[in-house]
C-alpha cells in the first residue's frame, strides 16, 4: 500500500498582506546604485498555519513572510518575542520563516538614517501587527482538517558555486557542471468536506532573480508560484524556503520581473501538479486483486485511512564554533574608515553577524523539529547547503521532512566541511567554523527519529 504522510487535528490558515511604502530603504546588493525602493512588483505576504491536537491544546504556529534575512538578532527577537507574548506561547511553539527574497525592503532598525530608513521601525512594526492578525484569523477559523504531504520535483534549482576560470576561486552564479537538488514538497489542507483550506510548498532556491538593477518591492519568484496555487484552489498558500545555500535559478541578477514570473509559473506548475497525484485526504491505494487477463493485471483501488493525529516537538540549542573573527570594536572601526561603498556594505553586514553571535569563540544556534503525523518540519536559522535535507530525507524515509532555512533569526551560511578550504563567498562569510553543517545535520536526525517513533 502506498499514502501520503498526514496528519489530522484542528488546522488553521490566516494571512495579511505586509508590502512596505514605496521609498523604503532597500539596498540588498552591494552592486547597487540606488537605495529605495520605487514601486511595488507584486505585493509581499504573510501566511500563517497554526496546529492542535485538542482545543484546548496551546497550538504550533507556523508563519512564512516574503522577507530577505535579518541583520539584528535584537529586531528578530523583539518581533518573535511579541507573538509568543500575544498567544502565551513557548519558544519552540512558533517558527518564523523567511522567504529570502533578495528584493525585499530593509529589516534592520539600525539602518534608520539611510535614504528611506524612517520607514523601517514603523514597517517592522506593521509585520508584528500582521503576524498577530494572521495567527488570530488562522486561530479563530480552524477546524477539523487534515494536512497531506507529496515529493515532486521542479528543475529551477541549480548549483550555484562556479569555479573561475584561470582562477582558484568559486563564483557565485550557475555551475552547469553540478547537479542541484530539485526535490519539491508539496502539503495540502483539507477540511472534513474536501475543501482544501490551504497549500504549503517546500522548495529551495535562493529568490535572487531580482538584483541590484531592480528598483521594485518584489517576492521574486515566490509571488508568481503563490499566485497561481491561489487562483486554482481559493485558498491561502504558504512557501518554506528549503536549506538552499549552493542553489539559485541559472539566469539570475536580473532587472527583469518577467524573468521572476516566469520562475514563480515553473515552480507553481511544479506543485499543481503534485497536488494533482496526491489521494484524497485520509485515502491510501491497496492492492485490491489480481485479473487474469491476456496477462496477470494488478489492480490497484484507494481504501479510507486514518492519518496520525500526535504532534510533538522539541527545540534544541546547538554550541558552534566559530572561526576566527576580528571583534566587534575592531569591524566598527573599519567601518568608521572604509571609504569603499562595496566593501563598507560587507563590513556592515559583518557587524551585524558578529552582534548576533557575540564576541567568543563560541555561539548558540537553535533547532526546530516538529512532528506532524507522519511528516517532520526541520527549521534553523542559518542558510544551510542541500545536503542538509538530503540526509534529513534518506534518514527518515518514508515519513516527508520539510526543511527550513531561515527561520527565527539568521547568522549565515553553514557550506560542507569540504568547502572551507575553497575561496568562496559562503566561506568567508559565514562566521562558523568548519563542521557546522554536518554537526546540524546529525542532531536534526537523532531529534526527528525520536520524535517520529
Avoid at 562556479?162 to 502539503?187: C, F, I, S
Avoid at 515566490?222 to 499566485?227: L, P, Y
Avoid at 524573468?259 to 497536488?275: E, I, K
Avoid at 559583518?350 to 527549521?379: H, Q
Wanted: hydrophobic content about 40%; proline content about 5%; aromatic content about 8%.
Amino acid at each position: 500500500m502506498t499514502y501520503d504522510s498526514s496528519f489530522t487535528g484542528i488546522i488553521g490558515v490566516g494571512q495579511e498582506d505586509i508590502t512596505p511604502p514605496v521609498g523604503i530603504y532597500a539596498r540588498n546588493w552591494g552592486a547597487a546604485t540606488h537605495d529605495v525602493a520605487e514601486g511595488i512588483h507584486k505585493p509581499l505576504k504573510l501566511t500563517c498555519i497554526t496546529l492542535k491536537e485538542a482545543e484546548q491544546d496551546k497550538p504550533l504556529v507556523l508563519i512564512s513572510a516574503d522577507l530577505g534575512w535579518w541583520k539584528s538578532a535584537a529586531d528578530e527577537k523583539e518581533l518573535r518575542g511579541a507573538i509568543l507574548e500575544a498567544f502565551d506561547l513557548e519558544a519552540s511553539h512558533l517558527m518564523f520563516c523567511l522567504s529570502h527574497t533578495h528584493a525585499g525592503p530593509g529589516l534592520f532598525s539600525e539602518d534608520t538614517s539611510k535614504p528611506g530608513g524612517e520607514y523601517i521601525i514603523p514597517y517592522l512594526k506593521c509585520i508584528k501587527e500582521a503576524a498577530i492578525l494572521a495567527v488570530q484569523a488562522a486561530l479563530s477559523s480552524a477546524a477539523v482538517a487534515t494536512l497531506s504531504w507529496r515529493y515532486g520535483k521542479c528543475e529551477l534549482a541549480t548549483n550555484r558555486d562556479l569555479p573561475e576560470e584561470k582562477n582558484d576561486r568559486l563564483l557565485v552564479g550557475y555551475n552547469p557542471d553540478q547537479k542541484a537538488d530539485d526535490t519539491l514538497l508539496v502539503g495540502r489542507i483539507t477540511n472534513a468536506k474536501g475543501a482544501i483550506m490551504g497549500t504549503i510548498v517546500n522548495y529551495a532556491c535562493h529568490p535572487t532573480t531580482l538584483a541590484w538593477d531592480n528598483r521594485l518591492i518584489s517576492p521574486d519568484y515566490v509571488g508568481a508560484m503563490r499566485e497561481l496555487l491561489e487562483a486554482q484552489h481559493e485558498a491561502p498558500c504558504l512557501f518554506l524556503q528549503g536549506a538552499s545555500g549552493e542553489l539559485a535559478p541559472s539566469e539570475q541578477y536580473s532587472g527583469d520581473c518577467q524573468l521572476a514570473d516566469g520562475y514563480g509559473r515553473q515552480l507553481g506548475y511544479a506543485a499543481l501538479g503534485v497536488l494533482e497525484a496526491m489521494y484524497p485526504a485520509n485515502y491510501q491505494l491497496k492492492l485490491a486483486q489480481v485479473v487474469e487477463s491476456g496477462a496477470p493485471l494488478a489492480v490497484w483501488r484507494k481504501y479510507p485511512r486514518t492519518a496520525s493525529t500526535r504532534l510533538a516537538l522539541q527545540m534544541i540549542n546547538i554550541p558552534f564554533a566559530l572561526k576566527e573573527l576580528p571583534s566587534l570594536a575592531e569591524i566598527e572601526s573599519q567601518w568608521r574608515e572604509c571609504e569603499d561603498h562595496v566593501l563598507k556594505e560587507r563590513l556592515w553586514r559583518m557587524r551585524g553577524i558578529r552582534k548576533t553571535v557575540g564576541d567568543g569563540d563560541v555561539s548558540m544556534m537553535p533547532l526546530w523539529v516538529w512532528r506532524i503525523g507522519e511528516a517532520c518540519l526541520v527549521g534553523q536559522p542559518n542558510e544551510a547547503y542541500s545536503y542538509f535535507q538530503q540526509a534529513l530525507r534518506e534518514a527518515l524515509s518514508p515519513h516527508a521532512v520539510a526543511v527550513m532555512n531561515i527561520v527565527n533569526g539568521y547568522a549565515g551560511y553553514l557550506p560542507p566541511r569540504e568547502l572551507y578550504a575553497k575561496n568562496m563567498y559562503a566561506v568567508w562569510q559565514t562566521p562558523f567554523a568548519s563542521g557546522g553543517l554536518e554537526q546540524l545535520t546529525t542532531t536534526a536526525i537523532t531529534t526527528a527519529k525520536a520524535l517520529m517513533k
